[in-house]
C-alpha cells in the first residue's frame, strides 16, 4: 500500500472527557470497558448553575450531563498567565491549553521543541457559555477579561503561549465545528502552509439557560440517554469535553520516534443549503453527497470501508436523515452491512468538541484493532431495521486485513457537514527525505527524569510513572522520551536502573518523598550558571576504572589511547589500559590523569563546556590541559615526572583524611610536634594531613578513639610536605622547557587560591605547586563569590562534592551548587549518570546517550498542578503596614510592595537602579501591566479605582510609588494629651 508523503498523520492525543477520562489510554480503557459516563451534574456545579436560573426554571433534580468534575482548576504558573487573568478568563482557554500540551507531550514533542515553528492551531467551539455569563453579570469587564471572552481567543491563546508561528483559527460550524476545523488543518497540512497541525475541539456547559431553552425544545433525552438508531431514541444529552490531536506528515514520521495512531486519508465539507425542514433539519440528500464526495479525493473505495464512526446522536429526525444517508451512499449487500456506532451513547454529545471526540475514539480503534460497543442500542427503529447498517453493540476485532478503513461523521445543526476517512497505517514507515542512521544504542543503565513545577508535582509524577511500567516496558525507551518528549520544569529529579523493577522501585520511593541511591533528587533547578570542571587528585581511582566507559563511550576510549600514547614519549612512563588495575604510586597517578582527560573529553562531547576549571594537586595538570593552558605532551611530560617523584618519596610517608577543622588541626598539630603537616585544605571539616606512616597510623587511631573520622588515603605519597625538598630540583630540571598558554578557559590556583594566568603555570609554578599545600577551600570559595557557579567533579569516583558543599554553605554561597551524582555504589557507567543527572536537577540541558527509539514506549499524561483558588496574593499587607508606621517608612513600605509584584511579573532580580527604569524596559509587557494594577488594588482599599492610565503614566517604581501615597490616606497624628497642673 503506497500513502503519500504529504498524508496528515495523527501522532498525538489529549484529552479531558466525562467519566475522569485524561488521556487516549485512559479513553480507550474507558470504551473497551463499555462504561458510560453520564450522571446528574455534580452538586457543586449545579449549585451555581442552579442559582443562575429562575425560580420557575429550577428543575427539582439535577439535569443529567457529561460533565467534567472540575472546570475551575488551572496550571496558569505553566503558561507564565498570572492568578488575576486566569480566574477571568474562559474556562475553555484553561482546558484546552494543558489538553493541547498533553496532545504534544503524546506525540512526543516537547513544547520547546515546538516552538517558533510553523505550526497553526485549529479548534471547534461553539459554546458562548462564558461570554454570556460575563456580560450578563452588569460588571464592566476589563481587559484581561477581554483576552479571555472572544472565540478567537481559544486558538489565539494556545498560539501564544506556546508560540506558534501557524494560522490560529476558531470554527463555529455548531456540532461539526472540530471535524469542520480538522478538514482545515488536513488542506494548510497537504498545501504546505505548515509543517504541524493541532486541532482541538472544547464544549463546556456554563450558563444553564442555553440547557433549559434545549429542555424546553424537546430535543434532549428525558431519560438522559444517547440511544444512536435505537427505536427508544428519543433526543441527545448534552456534555462536556475538551480534545486536541497533534498532525504531522506522514513521509517524516519515523517508526523509532513515532507512534501513529491512524492517517487521515481524505476530508471534506459541505452544506444542507435550503434544507425543507427548516434551518435546523438535516439534509439525507446533503449528508449521502458529503460521504460520496469525501471518498472521491480519498481514493479510498467505498467498498473498503469497514465502519463508520456516525454523528448518531439518538434524535428521531438526525438517526433517520444519516441511516438513510449511510445506506444510500455506501449501497451495501444486506448480507454485508456496514457497521457503524457513536460514542455518544458512552459520554452524551460533546457538542462542537463531537466530532474531534469520534476521530479520537476511531483512531483508536484503528491503533488497538478493535471496535469498542456502542451503548443504549437494543433494537433499530422499524424505518432503519431494513437498512444494510449494523449497529456495533458489543466489542469486536477489526476484519484481518492489510488495510483496516474507517469513516468519521459530524453535523452542525445550523448544516454544515463534515466526514472524514481514516486508515491504519501501513508497515515501517520512513522519512522520504532519508532517515540517519540511529547511533549504536546505549548499553547499560539509563537516566529517567522527571519533573513538575513541586516537590509534590514530582511526587505525583513517580507514582503514576512507577504504575504506568510493567514488566513488558522499554525502559532505554522510556527513558529516550522522557527525555527529549518532554519538557522540562523547575523541579527536577532523576532515576538511574538497568532494569525496569529497579526503575519501579526507585520511583516509588520518589513518591513517598525519599530519594534512593539509584536516584538524584528532587532539586529546584535554578538558572543556567558558570559551569566549573573540578579535577581532584588521588583517591578518587579504583581498580577497574574505565572498564565501562572505555566500551561504552567510543570518545572515551579513543582520548584513552591518545593520552597514553604521549605518556609513553617519556621516562617513568607506567602503561595502563582500561580494565587492567593500574600498579604503584607512579602507575595511579598516570592512570587518574589519563581517566581525568578521557571524561572531560564525554562532557564536552555531551555539550558541557567548562568556562573556568580548578584542580587539586594532580588534578591540576589535567585542568591546566582542559584549559589549554598546557599541550598534551607537556601535561604528560609533567605528570611522568612528578609521579616519579612522588613515588620514590612514598616510602617516607602518606596521606590522612580527616574530618579536622581549623581549629582542631592547630591542636593536633601541636600535640603531634611538627611530625605531621597540612596537605590540603579542602573545607570546613576536610583536612588531609601528611607525615610519617608510623605517625600517622597512630594519629588515625587516636582521633578514630575520640570520634573523629580519619582514613589513610590509598596509594597515597606524602605530597605537599617537606619530604618533597629533596626531590624538587631535580624534578624542576626535568620539566624544563614547559610552554604554557594562556589557554581558552579561565582557571583558578589551589596553589594560590586565585585566578592564575595560562603563562604563569611554567616550570617554577609546577615545582611549588608539588610542595606547598592545596587550598581548594579558598579556591572554590573564590570562584563562588565570583558568580553563580555550577561545580562538576571530572573523576571516575567522587571524592571532593562533600567538601566543595560544606564549603558552599559554610560561607553562605547559595547560588552556587555542586553536582556529583547521587550516592550510588554502582560501577563507573552508573556514577557517570548519576553526574549527568545530578548537573540536569540543577538546571541544566540533558546531555546523557540515550536510545534512537522512543516507541514503543508511552507515557502518562503530565501531572497539573491545578490552582482552583484563583484570587492574587497581595505582595505584602500594605493596609496593615501602613496603618502603624512611622511617616518616614510609609514610602519605602509601598516602594516594597510594588517591587515585589514587578519582581514576580519580570521573572528577573531587579536591582536598585531598576527602580527608575520605565517598567516595559524592565520585561513588564502590556498585560502585565493590566495585572499589576489588579494587584495595587487588592492591596489598599484607598487603591480600588487606580486606573490603567495612571499606571502607564507613572512608569517606574519609584514614580509608581509616588502616585500611590497619593491615593492612600495620611494616618491622621495621634492627639496629645493635656498636661495640667
Same mark, same amino acid.
Given at each position: 500500500?503506497?500513502?503519500?508523503?504529504?498524508?496528515?498523520?495523527?501522532?498525538?492525543?489529549?484529552?479531558?472527557?466525562?467519566?475522569?477520562?485524561?488521556?487516549?489510554?485512559?479513553?480507550?480503557?474507558?470504551?473497551? #470497558?463499555?462504561?458510560?459516563?453520564?450522571?446528574?451534574?455534580?452538586?457543586?456545579?449545579? %449549585?451555581?448553575?442552579?442559582?443562575?436560573?429562575?425560580?420557575?426554571?429550577?428543575?427539582?433534580?439535577?439535569?443529567?450531563?457529561?460533565?467534567?468534575?472540575?472546570?475551575?482548576?488551572?496550571?496558569?504558573?505553566?503558561?507564565?498567565?498570572?492568578?488575576?487573568?486566569?480566574?477571568?478568563?474562559?474556562?475553555?482557554?484553561?482546558?484546552?491549553?494543558?489538553?493541547?500540551?498533553?496532545?504534544?507531550?503524546?506525540?512526543?514533542?516537547?513544547?520547546?521543541?515546538?516552538?517558533?515553528?510553523?505550526?497553526?492551531?485549529?479548534?471547534?467551539?461553539?459554546?458562548?457559555?462564558?461570554?454570556?455569563?460575563?456580560?450578563?453579570?452588569?460588571?464592566?469587564?476589563?481587559?484581561?477579561?477581554?483576552?479571555?471572552?472572544?472565540?478567537?481567543?481559544?486558538?489565539?491563546?494556545?498560539?501564544?503561549?506556546?508560540?506558534?508561528?501557524?494560522?490560529?483559527?476558531?470554527?463555529?460550524?455548531?456540532?461539526?465545528?472540530?471535524?469542520?476545523?480538522?478538514?482545515?488543518?488536513?488542506?494548510?497540512?497537504?498545501?504546505?502552509?505548515?509543517?504541524?497541525?493541532?486541532?482541538?475541539?472544547?464544549?463546556?456547559?456554563?450558563?444553564?439557560?442555553?440547557?433549559?431553552?434545549?429542555?424546553?425544545?424537546?430535543?434532549?433525552?428525558?431519560?438522559?440517554?444517547? %440511544?444512536?438508531?435505537?427505536?427508544?431514541?428519543?433526543?441527545?444529552?448534552?456534555?462536556?469535553?475538551?480534545?486536541?490531536?497533534?498532525?504531522?506528515?506522514?513521509?517524516?514520521?519515523?517508526?523509532?520516534? &513515532?507512534?501513529? !495512531?491512524?492517517?487521515?486519508?481524505?476530508?471534506?465539507?459541505?452544506?444542507?443549503?435550503?434544507?425543507?425542514?427548516?434551518?435546523?433539519?438535516?439534509?439525507?440528500?446533503?449528508?449521502?453527497?458529503?460521504?460520496?464526495?469525501?471518498?472521491?479525493?480519498?481514493?479510498?473505495?467505498?467498498?473498503?470501508?469497514?465502519?463508520?464512526?456516525?454523528?448518531?446522536?439518538?434524535?428521531?429526525?438526525?438517526?433517520?436523515?444519516?441511516?438513510?444517508?449511510?445506506?444510500?451512499?455506501?449501497?451495501?449487500?444486506?448480507?454485508?452491512?456496514?457497521?457503524?456506532?457513536?460514542? %455518544?451513547?458512552?459520554?452524551?454529545?460533546? #457538542?462542537?468538541?463531537?466530532?474531534?471526540?469520534?476521530?479520537? %475514539?476511531?483512531?483508536?480503534?484503528?491503533?488497538?484493532?478493535?471496535?469498542?460497543?456502542?451503548?443504549?442500542?437494543?433494537?433499530?427503529?422499524?424505518?432503519?431495521?431494513?437498512?444494510?447498517?449494523?449497529?456495533?453493540?458489543?466489542?469486536?476485532?477489526?476484519?484481518?486485513?492489510?488495510?483496516?478503513?474507517?469513516?468519521?461523521?459530524?453535523?452542525?445543526?445550523?448544516?454544515?457537514?463534515?466526514?472524514?476517512?481514516?486508515?491504519?497505517?501501513?508497515?515501517?514507515?520512513?522519512?522520504?527525505?532519508?532517515?540517519?542512521?540511529?547511533?549504536?544504542?546505549?548499553?547499560?543503565?539509563?537516566?529517567?527524569?522527571?519533573?513538575?513545577?513541586?516537590?509534590?508535582?514530582?511526587?505525583?509524577?513517580?507514582?503514576?510513572?512507577?504504575?504506568?511500567?510493567?514488566?513488558?516496558?522499554?525502559?532505554?525507551?522510556?527513558?529516550?522520551?522522557?527525555?527529549?518528549?518532554?519538557?522540562?520544569?523547575?523541579?527536577?529529579?532523576?532515576?538511574?536502573?538497568?532494569?525496569?523493577?529497579?526503575?519501579?522501585?526507585?520511583?516509588?520511593?520518589?513518591?513517598?518523598?525519599?530519594?534512593?541511591?539509584?536516584?538524584?533528587?528532587?532539586?529546584?533547578?535554578?538558572?543556567?550558571?558558570?559551569?566549573?570542571?573540578?579535577?581532584?587528585?588521588?583517591?578518587?581511582?579504583?581498580?577497574?576504572?574505565?572498564?565501562?566507559?572505555?566500551?561504552?563511550?567510543?570518545?572515551?576510549?579513543?582520548?584513552?589511547?591518545?593520552v597514553q600514547a604521549a605518556l609513553a614519549r617519556h621516562e617513568g612512563h607506567e602503561p595502563w589500559t582500561p580494565g587492567r588495575e593500574p600498579r604503584g604510586v607512579a602507575g595511579v597517578?598516570?592512570?587518574?590523569?589519563?581517566?581525568?582527560?578521557?571524561?572531560?573529553?564525554?562532557?564536552?562531547?555531551?555539550?558541557?563546556?567548562?568556562?573556568?576549571?580548578?584542580?587539586?594537586?594532580?588534578?591540576?595538570?589535567?585542568?591546566?590541559?582542559?584549559?589549554?593552558?598546557?599541550?598534551?605532551?607537556?601535561?604528560?611530560?609533567?605528570?611522568?615526572?612528578?609521579?616519579?617523584?612522588?613515588?620514590?618519596?612514598?616510602?617516607?610517608?602518606?596521606?590522612?583524611?580527616?574530618?579536622?577543622?581549623?581549629?582542631?588541626?592547630?591542636?593536633?598539630?601541636?600535640?603531634?610536634?611538627?611530625?605531621?603537616?597540612?596537605?590540603?585544605?579542602?573545607?570546613?571539616?576536610?583536612?588531609?594531613?601528611?607525615?610519617?606512616?608510623?605517625?600517622?597510623?597512630?594519629?588515625?587511631?587516636?582521633?578514630?578513639?575520640?570520634?573523629?573520622?580519619?582514613?589513610?588515603?590509598?596509594?597515597?605519597?606524602?605530597?605537599?610536605?617537606?619530604?618533597?625538598?629533596?626531590?624538587?630540583?631535580?624534578?624542576?630540571?626535568?620539566?624544563?622547557?614547559?610552554?604554557?598558554?594562556?589557554?581558552?578557559?579561565?582557571?583558578?590556583?589551589?596553589?594560590?587560591?586565585?585566578?592564575?594566568?595560562? #603563562?604563569?603555570?611554567?616550570?617554577?609554578?609546577?615545582?611549588?605547586?608539588?610542595?606547598?599545600?592545596?587550598?581548594?577551600?579558598?579556591?572554590?570559595?573564590?570562584?563562588?563569590?565570583?558568580?553563580?557557579?555550577?561545580?562538576?567533579?571530572?573523576?571516575?569516583?567522587?571524592?571532593?562534592?562533600?567538601?566543595?558543599?560544606?564549603?558552599?554553605?559554610?560561607?553562605?554561597?547559595?547560588?552556587?551548587?555542586?553536582?556529583?551524582?547521587?550516592?550510588?555504589?554502582? &560501577?563507573?557507567?552508573?556514577?557517570?549518570?548519576?553526574?549527568?543527572?545530578?548537573? !540536569?536537577?540543577?538546571?541544566?540541558?540533558?546531555?546523557?546517550?540515550?536510545?534512537?527509539?522512543?516507541?514503543?514506549?508511552?507515557?502518562?499524561?503530565?501531572?497539573?498542578?491545578?490552582?482552583?483558588?484563583?484570587?492574587?496574593?497581595?505582595?505584602?499587607?500594605?493596609?496593615?503596614?501602613?496603618?502603624?508606621?512611622?511617616?518616614?517608612?510609609?514610602?519605602?513600605?509601598?516602594?516594597?510592595?510594588?517591587?515585589?509584584?514587578?519582581?514576580?511579573?519580570?521573572?528577573?532580580?531587579?536591582?536598585?537602579?531598576?527602580?527608575?527604569?520605565?517598567?516595559?524596559?524592565?520585561?513588564?509587557?502590556?498585560?502585565?501591566?493590566?495585572?499589576?494594577?489588579?494587584?495595587?488594588?487588592?492591596?489598599?482599599?484607598?487603591?480600588?479605582?487606580?486606573?490603567?492610565?495612571?499606571?502607564?503614566?507613572?512608569?517606574?517604581?519609584?514614580?509608581?510609588?509616588?502616585?500611590?501615597?497619593?491615593?492612600?490616606?495620611?494616618?491622621?497624628?495621634?492627639?496629645?494629651?493635656?498636661?495640667?497642673s
Amino acid at each position: 500500500m503506497t500513502v503519500p508523503t504529504a498524508t496528515p498523520a495523527l501522532v498525538g492525543i489529549g484529552c479531558r472527557l466525562p467519566g475522569d477520562v485524561h488521556g487516549p489510554a485512559a479513553f480507550w480503557e474507558f470504551l473497551v #470497558e463499555g462504561r458510560d459516563a453520564v450522571a446528574p451534574m455534580p452538586e457543586h456545579r449545579w %449549585k451555581v448553575m442552579r442559582d443562575l436560573l429562575a425560580p420557575e426554571d429550577r428543575p427539582e433534580q439535577p439535569w443529567r450531563a457529561g460533565a467534567l468534575a472540575d472546570i475551575d482548576g488551572f496550571d496558569h504558573g505553566f503558561f507564565g498567565i498570572s492568578a488575576e487573568e486566569a480566574a477571568v478568563i474562559d474556562a475553555q482557554q484553561r482546558l484546552l491549553l494543558e489538553v493541547v500540551v498533553d496532545a504534544l507531550y503524546d506525540a512526543g514533542m516537547s513544547l520547546e521543541s515546538v516552538a517558533s515553528r510553523r505550526i497553526g492551531v485549529y479548534v471547534g467551539a461553539a459554546a458562548p457559555d462564558h461570554a454570556t455569563l460575563a456580560f450578563a453579570a452588569g460588571e464592566r469587564p476589563g481587559m484581561l477579561a477581554a483576552g479571555g471572552i472572544g472565540a478567537s481567543m481559544l486558538s489565539a491563546r494556545v498560539a501564544h503561549c506556546l508560540d506558534l508561528h501557524g494560522p490560529a483559527v476558531t470554527v463555529d460550524t455548531a456540532c461539526s465545528s472540530a471535524l469542520t476545523a480538522t478538514h482545515q488543518a488536513c488542506r494548510d497540512l497537504a498545501v504546505g502552509d505548515v509543517d504541524t497541525a493541532i486541532v482541538a475541539g472544547v464544549n463546556l456547559l456554563q450558563n444553564p439557560l442555553i440547557t433549559r431553552a434545549f429542555v424546553d425544545g424537546g430535543v434532549l433525552a428525558p431519560d438522559g440517554r444517547c %440511544k444512536p438508531f435505537d427505536a427508544a431514541a428519543d433526543g441527545y444529552v448534552r456534555s462536556e469535553g475538551v480534545a486536541a490531536v497533534v498532525l504531522t506528515h506522514w513521509g517524516e514520521t519515523l517508526p523509532e520516534r &513515532d507512534r501513529v !495512531y491512524a492517517l487521515l486519508r481524505g476530508s471534506h465539507i459541505n452544506t444542507d443549503g435550503h434544507s425543507r425542514g427548516g434551518l435546523f433539519a438535516p439534509s439525507s440528500q446533503a449528508q449521502a453527497a458529503l460521504l460520496r464526495d469525501t471518498y472521491a479525493v480519498s481514493d479510498i473505495g467505498m467498498d473498503e470501508v469497514d465502519y463508520v464512526e456516525a454523528h448518531g446522536t439518538g434524535t428521531r429526525a438526525g438517526d433517520r436523515v444519516e441511516a438513510t444517508a449511510l445506506a444510500g451512499a455506501f449501497a451495501r449487500p444486506p448480507e454485508q452491512p456496514l457497521w457503524v456506532g457513536s460514542v %455518544k451513547s458512552n459520554l452524551g454529545h460533546t #457538542e462542537s468538541a463531537a466530532g474531534l471526540v469520534g476521530l479520537i %475514539k476511531t483512531a483508536l480503534s484503528l491503533h488497538h484493532g478493535r471496535i469498542p460497543a456502542t451503548l443504549h442500542h437494543t433494537q433499530p427503529r422499524p424505518a432503519l431495521a431494513t437498512l444494510p447498517l449494523e449497529v456495533v453493540t458489543e466489542a469486536r476485532p477489526w476484519p484481518a486485513q492489510e488495510q483496516r478503513v474507517a469513516g468519521v461523521s459530524s453535523f452542525g445543526y445550523g448544516g454544515t457537514n463534515a466526514h472524514a476517512v481514516l486508515t491504519s497505517p501501513p508497515g515501517p514507515q520512513r522519512s522520504s527525505a532519508g532517515a540517519a542512521t540511529p547511533e549504536a544504542e546505549p548499553a547499560g543503565p539509563v537516566v529517567l527524569p522527571l519533573s513538575a513545577a513541586t516537590a509534590q508535582g514530582v511526587a505525583e509524577t513517580a507514582q503514576t510513572w512507577a504504575e504506568h511500567l510493567d514488566e513488558q516496558a522499554d525502559l532505554a525507551a522510556t527513558a529516550a522520551l522522557a527525555t527529549h518528549g518532554r519538557d522540562h520544569r523547575a523541579t527536577r529529579a532523576a532515576v538511574i536502573a538497568d532494569s525496569v523493577p529497579a526503575a519501579r522501585e526507585a520511583l516509588t520511593a520518589l513518591a513517598a518523598g525519599r530519594t534512593p541511591p539509584e536516584a538524584v533528587g528532587p532539586h529546584t533547578a535554578a538558572r543556567q550558571r558558570r559551569m566549573v570542571f573540578v579535577f581532584p587528585g588521588q583517591g578518587g581511582h579504583d581498580p577497574a576504572m574505565g572498564t565501562l566507559l572505555a566500551q561504552r563511550f567510543p570518545e572515551f576510549a579513543a582520548t584513552v589511547e591518545r593520552v597514553q600514547a604521549a605518556l609513553a614519549r617519556h621516562e617513568g612512563h607506567e602503561p595502563w589500559t582500561p580494565g587492567r588495575e593500574p600498579r604503584g604510586v607512579a602507575g595511579v597517578q598516570q592512570a587518574t590523569f589519563t581517566v581525568q582527560v578521557a571524561l572531560a573529553e564525554v562532557w564536552r562531547t555531551r555539550g558541557v563546556i567548562p568556562e573556568m576549571v580548578v584542580g587539586h594537586s594532580l588534578g591540576e595538570v589535567a585542568a591546566a590541559h582542559v584549559a589549554g593552558v598546557l599541550s598534551l605532551d607537556d601535561a604528560a611530560r609533567l605528570v611522568c615526572a612528578r609521579s616519579a617523584v612522588l613515588a620514590d618519596a612514598a616510602a617516607e610517608g602518606g596521606l590522612l583524611a580527616t574530618a579536622l577543622d581549623r581549629e582542631q588541626v592547630t591542636q593536633v598539630l601541636a600535640e603531634v610536634g611538627g611530625q605531621v603537616s597540612v596537605a590540603a585544605d579542602n573545607g570546613p571539616g576536610h583536612t588531609i594531613l601528611t607525615g610519617p606512616h608510623e605517625v600517622l597510623t597512630t594519629l588515625r587511631d587516636h582521633l578514630e578513639e575520640r570520634g573523629v573520622f580519619a582514613r589513610y588515603v590509598a596509594e597515597s605519597p606524602p605530597a605537599h610536605s617537606r619530604f618533597l625538598d629533596p626531590y624538587l630540583n631535580d624534578f624542576a630540571a626535568s620539566i624544563a622547557g614547559l610552554h604554557p598558554q594562556a589557554g581558552h578557559v579561565g582557571m583558578v590556583s589551589t596553589a594560590t587560591a586565585e585566578t592564575v594566568a595560562g #603563562e604563569y603555570l611554567d616550570t617554577g609554578y609546577w615545582t611549588r605547586q608539588l610542595r606547598v599545600p592545596v587550598q581548594l577551600h579558598s579556591a572554590i570559595r573564590h570562584l563562588a563569590e565570583q558568580t553563580d557557579s555550577a561545580f562538576v567533579e571530572i573523576s571516575p569516583r567522587s571524592v571532593l562534592s562533600h567538601a566543595i558543599e560544606d564549603t558552599l554553605t559554610h560561607h553562605h554561597l547559595p547560588g552556587a551548587t555542586v553536582a556529583p551524582g547521587s550516592s550510588s555504589t554502582g &560501577d563507573e557507567h552508573t556514577r557517570l549518570l548519576a553526574a549527568f543527572a545530578g548537573l !540536569y536537577t540543577r538546571g541544566h540541558t540533558p546531555v546523557w546517550p540515550t536510545a534512537s527509539r522512543w516507541r514503543p514506549a508511552e507515557l502518562p499524561p503530565p501531572h497539573w498542578h491545578r490552582d482552583t483558588g484563583t484570587d492574587a496574593t497581595p505582595a505584602a499587607p500594605l493596609a496593615d503596614a501602613l496603618a502603624t508606621a512611622a511617616p518616614e517608612q510609609r514610602r519605602a513600605l509601598v516602594v516594597e510592595a510594588i517591587r515585589g509584584i514587578v519582581a514576580d511579573l519580570s521573572s528577573v532580580p531587579l536591582t536598585q537602579a531598576d527602580y527608575d527604569a520605565e517598567l516595559t524596559a524592565i520585561g513588564l509587557a502590556s498585560r502585565d501591566l493590566l495585572v499589576l494594577r489588579a494587584q495595587l488594588r487588592d492591596l489598599h482599599p484607598a487603591l480600588a479605582q487606580l486606573d490603567a492610565a495612571t499606571i502607564y503614566r507613572a512608569a517606574t517604581i519609584n514614580a509608581l510609588a509616588d502616585t500611590l501615597l497619593e491615593l492612600l490616606p495620611t494616618p491622621a497624628p495621634e492627639p496629645v494629651e493635656a498636661v495640667t497642673s
